[in-house]
């Protein structure tokens, strides 16, 4: 049994067609009924049923397609492991971050990991924390800025640091003072991250407001936290956002109201689990001292 087999056999269960599994593969369809023919032959198992001028799979083709599927992608996840042990310090380095974390940080993680790997082709990819989860559970981000929850057997995860919320919004069109007023805003309209994209964040601003007494009139829904400012700022909207995003978007229009530490939201550094990379520990060392001097500078401030 050959891998180009096992990729031609996905093909047809895909398309469950073999003239469009031929086209995908570019080859023509003969030869395909021949390989797949020699791999049942090998098995000793039909694995599709070719009656009544239709393709489908058989019992046996449907439990094959799912444990191929998972051991090609075993496999693919060992040759981009192997790739990257060989390319070691001068190869391509992924780095996945949420867009709610402060732009000018990654900038900086960007030059110090330039500094010390000149060779170094780092990619930078802006995604939500579930899409990140399973490209580290892929080996196809080498470290990740992502927001718990995190729940994997196969990613190692560090607290970088606890963020608290606060109300943002355009201080020409609304006043607030206290807290304690947040129950003004229950006739005002929201702008939130998309449910579908970030649940748990979602879920977490609507806890928030039921606290103050209130459920949000959510009419606007960004997946990117630029857009959620920018429509706030715009006086479209009130938003509630991550603390530490006021040091990075300050503009005259916009105020910020901290709502206190009852509730709050893990901000980790994650990697592939069992990951040796120099690059990834030099990475998170420099981040967390990062963190670390930039509160010791705003206490001195």
């Not at 209130?214 to 006086?235: C, Y």
Request: overall charge neutral; proline content about 3%.
């Amino acid at each position: 049994m050959e891998l180009r087999h096992l990729k031609y056999f996905l093909a047809v269960a895909d398309e469950l067609n073999f003239t469009k599994a031929a086209e995908k593969l570019f080859i023509s369809q003969p030869p395909l009924s021949r390989q797949i023919k020699e791999l049942e032959n090998e098995i000793g198992a039909e694995l599709f049923d070719r009656s009544n001028k239709k393709v489908q799979l058989t019992e046996a083709g449907k439990f094959f397609k799912k444990e191929i599927s998972a051991q090609l992608k075993q496999l693919e996840s060992i040759v981009i492991k192997t790739r990257k042990i060989s390319e070691n310090i001068s190869g391509e380095y992924r780095i996945g971050y949420i867009s709610s974390t402060f732009s000018d940080t990654i900038t900086k993680l960007v030059q110090f990991l330039m500094q010390q790997y000149p060779y170094l082709n780092i990619k930078l990819y802006e995604v939500s924390t579930t899409k990140q989860i399973m490209a580290l559970e892929q080996n196809k981000l080498d470290l990740a800025v992502v927001r718990a929850p995190l729940i994997s057997t196969k990613i190692d995860s560090k607290l970088w640091f606890k963020d608290t919320y606060a109300l943002v919004y355009n201080n020409k069109k609304i006043s607030i003072e206290t807290v304690d007023d947040l129950g003004i805003l229950k006739n005002e309209v929201f702008v939130f991250f998309n449910k579908d994209y970030a649940p748990v964040y979602y879920n977490s601003l609507i806890e928030i407001c039921a606290q103050y007494g209130f459920t949000p009139n959510v009419v606007h829904e960004s997946n990117n936290i630029n857009s959620i400012i920018q429509l706030v700022k715009n006086g479209l909207g009130v938003s509630i956002v991550p603390s530490s995003l006021k040091k990075s978007h300050v503009y005259p229009e916009l105020s910020y109201l901290d709502l206190g530490a009852n509730f709050s939201t893990d901000v980790l550094l994650a990697s592939p689990k069992n990951e040796s990379s120099q690059i990834t520990k030099s990475a998170i060392s420099f981040l967390l001292s990062e963190h670390h001097l930039e509160n010791t500078n705003s206490s001195i401030n």
